[in-house]
């Protein structure tokens, strides 16, 4: 009798794991005549936050690529007939909207109804308007005080603050549209940052401008003069300029699309049909690897509070894509503004590598500059969205000097050095001439290594880098008519040219290989744990730990931050 019991509960146990086998494999169920209903809001980070405390305390953050994803999947799926975006609250850069919308607009070619509905609550809202433009209709909420009174740009100074605590910040830079130290240091806009803030916010305006224009068939004077003189505000308005089709609720969407609950479906259900399932993600291998957040020495970290791109994590998973013959080409998505000289060049050696054994696409996202430019420039090609910011070719040098704030507080300092320039290095001396001058040498001479690597990765001569640096940001507009980028349009547009580069055919869509490759859940529960905490585990979890393949990651390593920040 035992032993029948014993058969019949592995049977169950078999027959459950064929049935989650085959659940996993097809996904969800989807009636015929769905709508896919997705909300639109938050940041939709390229690396969403790690780590234990993130995943059970934060919110979920769905990654750009996932939400891309879903949408794509939509217009493959013969079961869905359109999607409803509610957009409202939208956290994120020019680029990621032009990315956002792009899919939505693919949606249309496929076909496919597309309804975009703002519910934003009260205030300007010209980028989530942007988003709703993909669609063939606008809507806003009856009650929603949506408004688009044109584009702001603010710039913060902090040298008033810190004179307020007798802090004086040593700036040298290379070269005059390097704005990160006058920011830092200064209290107003320079002439080149002028200059520079201008040019860029006059090229995002005329994506706003154009795109509105053309997705409203209206002529760009035309919505030029709505939005910038008349900056109409709620339903009325907006429906009398023509910006948008009516004021409605979501449940009057659902009428107007003629579907009831049953043939709704959420978001996050839909994430959960595979790609493969509507026939995506079924060609040859190609990898994903993200170079997001600030540029550092070590290993990527991605929390809810920061994002680093560790140059370390980011060489193995270069080498590891360019070793494995399975994957046919790299698309190093980047969304960075820059950081350590040092972690850059490591960065951009392995992505050179790496192209002299397969194609490697750079694809950016709303910034990729500095540091982050530096590190794509080794690619064999480059592909912005309009919207992007990029270049910052330069370098940025600040050194505070707080002896004026420990005088203040009663704290005096004296130093004892061996070495003429070692108080180089010391923030309560100030610098004199001829340390001064030893900073300047440094900087010009990684700023000189810079021109030379991306006059090396980008095929150009280092005068033409030269004219199109010295610190000067453009938009992806911009760089791509002076050389920089050499094609735009966001990740599925790069995919399609690693696709090209690679001589995968262009009917195949490759299978996504996203490295680094995400944690295990013994390494999430264990981040950022020091290893010598362990000597206080019970004996049994020291075990477990010692059982565990990989070993458990050390505690966070210090950071030595180098002198020049690429930025």
């Not at 040092?342 to 790496?354: F, H, K, N, Q, T």
């Amino acid at each position: 009798m035992f032993r029948k019991r014993r058969v019949l509960f592995f049977l169950v146990v078999a027959l459950a794991g064929v049935a989650l086998w085959l659940y996993s494999r097809r996904g969800p169920y989807i009636a015929d005549g769905s709508v896919l209903l997705v909300n639109l809001q938050g940041s939709y980070p390229e690396a969403p936050p790690e780590g234990i405390w993130a995943k059970l305390l934060a919110p979920r953050e769905t990654a750009l690529a996932e939400l891309l994803l879903t949408l794509r999947k939509a217009g493959k799926d013969a079961r869905i007939q359109g999607v409803v975006a509610r957009i409202a609250g939208l956290d994120i850069g020019w680029a990621k909207a032009n990315d956002i919308r792009d899919a939505l607009f693919a949606l249309r070619l496929a076909g496919k109804r597309c309804i975009a509905l703002l519910e934003d609550e009260v205030g300007n809202a010209n980028l989530s308007y942007y988003v709703a433009t993909g669609c063939e209709r606008v809507y806003t909420a009856p009650s929603a005080q949506v408004a688009l009174r044109g584009l702001i740009a603010h710039y913060l100074f902090l040298g008033g603050l810190w004179e307020k605590f007798h802090i004086e910040i040593d700036v040298e830079k290379v070269a005059e549209y390097k704005t990160a130290g006058d920011t830092l240091a200064g209290k107003e806009m320079s002439p080149p940052h002028r200059e520079m803030a201008n040019s860029l916010l006059d090229s995002i305006n005329e994506l706003y401008l154009g795109t509105v224009a053309f997705s409203r068939g209206l002529a760009v004077e035309r919505v030029r003069s709505i939005i910038q003189e008349q900056g109409p505000s709620g339903p009325q308005q907006l429906l009398d300029s023509g910006l948008i089709d009516g004021a409605k609720h979501l449940e009057d969407v659902w009428l107007e699309l003629g579907v009831d609950r049953d043939h709704v479906v959420l978001e996050n259900t839909y994430e959960r049909v595979p790609a493969t399932a509507v026939g995506l993600h079924t060609g040859p291998k190609v990898a994903v690897i993200l170079g997001a957040g600030t540029i550092v020495l070590g290993e990527s970290q991605h929390t809810a509070s920061r994002s680093l791109a560790g140059a370390e994590s980011l060489r193995t998973a270069l080498s590891e894509a360019s070793d494995d013959p399975s994957i046919r080409a790299i698309l190093l998505r980047v969304d960075s503004p820059g950081g350590s000289a040092l972690a850059s060049d490591i960065v951009w050696r392995a992505v050179e590598g790496a192209r002299r054994k397969k194609p490697v696409i750079a694809s950016f996202s709303d910034v990729a500059a500095s540091g982050g430019y530096y590190i794509a420039s080794a690619s064999t090609r480059i592909v912005a969205q309009p919207g992007s910011f990029t270049g910052s070719i330069g370098v940025v040098f600040a050194r505070p000097n707080v002896r004026g704030l420990l005088t203040d507080w009663g704290i005096h300092v004296e130093s004892i050095t061996r070495g003429r320039l070692a108080y180089l290095d010391d923030i309560t001396t100030p610098l004199d001439a001829e340390g001064r001058a030893r900073i300047r040498e440094d900087v010009e001479r990684t700023y000189e290594l810079f021109v030379q690597r991306v006059s090396d990765g980008r095929k150009l001569e280092k005068g033409q880098v030269h004219d199109v640096g010295r610190g000067r940001v453009w938009t992806g507009a911009q760089a791509k008519e002076i050389g920089l980028v050499d094609a735009l349009g966001g990740f599925y547009a790069a995919l399609d040219l690693a696709k090209q580069e690679a001589g995968i055919p262009a009917e195949q869509d490759p299978e996504l290989v996203f490295l680094p490759a995400a944690k295990g859940w013994w390494q999430t529960l264990t981040e950022g744990v020091d290893s010598k905490l362990l000597h206080e585990m019970p004996r049994f979890l020291r075990e477990l730990a010692r059982a565990y393949p990989k070993g458990l990651p050390q505690g966070p390593a210090t950071i030595m931050a180098d002198h020049f920040w690429v930025q």
